[in-house]
């Protein structure tokens, strides 16, 4: 069954660092999201992707968060200066073409990230 | 802003009985909902959706009902096995645009063998 791989697994950085999430959604989909879960919190929506351009975005998503698709096949989360408040499990997430499954995310295992 | 609420935290169920999730959502504009279950340090996985066209879907031992009036749905489980014991999360997204999954705080099933 396709699904959608993200690495690290576990990544732990310091406070100020740049941290890149990568991952690889499900083939033939088109619309692409990053979503995160702080430890004990519910799962939020941070952004959403769609034709090489960020279609939403939530307040949480400021200037310091920013994704990229840079080749076709991989799709990343670019943290450029990491704070303490960022340590949560990210989970990227693909849907296929509107109309067809559209509106089922398939997600990613995660990614945990810890900000020391 | 708490526009889909899951109330009850945890939901203990004996194996063979029925288990019944609620989720309430504040938002009319919403279109499309979904269920996913997790385990701890994996990613969410889809288990059913529905609609606002519809007020019921079935899949195999999972059902979701869906009342647009009082802004609620239901998944019910049966009969519900150890295997189901996960936190089950609710989520609610309008029909415009991407789907912008807005996801409820999760409830905690625990099935007893």
């Known amino acids: 069954e396709p699904e959608v791989t993200q690495t690290p697994s576990h990544q732990v950085t310091q406070m100020g660092q740049e941290v890149i999430l990568r991952c690889v959604p499900i083939s033939n989909h088109l619309y692409f999201y990053w979503y995160r879960q702080i430890l004990g919190q519910k799962v939020e929506f941070l952004v959403s992707f769609y034709n090489n351009e960020i279609s939403e975005k939530s307040e949480i998503f400021d200037d310091q968060f920013s994704v990229e698709r840079p080749d076709g096949s991989n799709f990343t989360l670019k943290i450029r200066s990491t704070k303490l408040e960022d340590s949560a499990m990210y989970f990227c997430a693909s849907s296929g073409d509107r109309g067809v499954g559209a509106n089922v995310l398939t997600f990613g295992a995660g990614s945990r990230l810890t900000v020391l | 802003d708490q526009q889909v609420k899951q109330n009850s935290p945890s939901l203990s169920v004996q194996e063979g009985r029925i288990s019944i999730l609620n989720c309430d959502y504040t938002n009319s504009m919403f279109d499309y909902f979904l269920w996913y279950k997790k385990y701890p340090a994996e990613g969410p996985t889809f288990l059913i959706s529905?609609?606002?066209?519809?007020d019921k879907n079935e899949d195999g031992r999972f059902t979701v009902f869906l009342n647009k009036s009082a802004k609620h749905l239901s998944l019910h489980i049966v009969p519900s096995q150890p295997g189901d014991s996960a936190v089950y999360f609710c989520a609610a997204s309008e029909a415009s645009g991407t789907y912008k999954y807005i996801f409820g705080t999760g409830t905690r099933l625990k099935v007893l063998a």
């Open positions: 529905i609609s606002s066209i519809k």
